[in-house]
């Protein structure tokens, strides 16, 4: 293989930070050639000194100059905001990883795609917000989506070699997140700093926080669905503690394949930014004597009702899994900032797919602007939503 030249879309994130330590190991096989960011210009400038991308992008002018002054007379074209976003999916190189985290990263992620570019997608929301589009758009272009996703990634290896029609189910597992053993009573109460600490996997806070609630699986519900194109009563979810497997498929003939592993999310990055070839990394492996056993469990879809509403948006409209996954950045942030209590983010969530689909049960998408719209409206029904007592919606 060539130097593949990566461009990333969030390189200063959780996903973006491990995609350059996975490429600073194998430096005859990767070239940076792009890098956006938004407002972490300190940490950005010492990326700029490591691989000398050519382009690079932050939020706006005061981070740009912030930047200018941090990384002295080294040659790179600096730029802002959604055009900054767009240069760098579109800046010349082999495949964009789209490691932003939410909505922003829709608009970019498609410009790599019409641009021709192959995606390594970590921004989930991309597929749970136009998941239709974007894969239409892929097969237009004929680029290559490769997911980034830890259990996406366990499919998608899986998958390989095998015949689609052959599959009878895909099996998302879920660690169960901070909370698994909680009574309600106790989450009603449990702090920010409670909810952020994940058991298994070390990832940026809206994410972390998802997992907590289970909307990060809803959400990975919707995003399996159009990534591999399954219908989601063939999506189950199953409780799995020790995220040692980090997915399965159920094939015709009722075998079972799996991927296993440490959870480490440079396993799937590395397996999105080489593929197909796969990369010597030097990790922790997993010894399965040592592990010594795996639990499941079916999960618990009255106390984290996030689950349902994944599928309840996915059987309600196209644009439904959009207006879900805008009023969840939203109660996620006003959690974050201490103004609502942790069961308030699935009743807010709740109360506002259930506004949509009051009005706009069966809609379509037809283009970015439905979808636009669709979050515009749910952003704006979601912060309105005032919580009167922990947990309770008015
Ligand atoms: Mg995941």
Redesign the pocket.
Known sequence: MSARRISILGSTGSVGEQTLAVAEEFPEKFQVTGLAAGRNVEKLASQVRRFSPPIVSVADEKCAQALRDAIGSQSVEILTGATGLDAVAQCESDLVVAALVGAVGLGPTLAAIRAGRDVALAN?EVMVMAGALVLREVQRQGVRLLPV????SAIFQVLEGQRREDIAKVILTASGGPFRTWTPERMAKASVAEALKHPN?DMGPK?TIDSATLM?KGL?VIEARWLFDVAPEFIDVVVHPQSIIHSMVEFCDGSVLAQLGLPDMRVPIAVALAHPERLPLELPRLDLATAGRLDFEVPDRKRFPCLDLAYAALRGSELAPAVVNAANEVSVARFLDGAIPFPAIASINSAVLDEHLRHSAGSSVRDLDDVGEADAWARAFATEQKTTQPGRCV
């Open positions: 989930k996703d830890s259990e996406h996997w994410i990060n990975e």
